[in-house]
């Protein structure tokens, strides 16, 4: 058990450690460009990360919707027999 957990431990640490040079190298890149574009670049990237959020919001709430229903049908015939 202890053993996997260093496993997966190595892997956080690459992917931790991967996901920081990645994201200084977007912000070195995004620092060369005119501050109009930065912000324009900013606003995009925040309206997908709001439309991403409504979908999964969405989609979530669908499967919470389904799964809810599901559990009151077999409440509901547990109940008759």
Do not use: H
Not at 22 to 43: A, E, G, N
Request: charged share 15%; with cysteine.
């Amino acid at each position: 058990m202890f053993r996997m957990l260093n496993v997966f431990q190595g892997i956080l640490d690459f992917v931790d450690e991967n996901c920081g040079q990645l994201v200084d190298r977007l912000i070195d890149y995004l620092k060369t460009f005119p501050s109009l574009f930065q912000v324009l670049f900013i606003i995009f990237a925040m309206f997908l990360m709001v439309v991403g959020t409504l979908t999964l919001i969405k989609k979530s709430a669908k499967a919470i919707i389904i799964i809810a229903a599901i559990m009151i049908i077999v409440i509901g015939i547990s109940i008759l027999f």
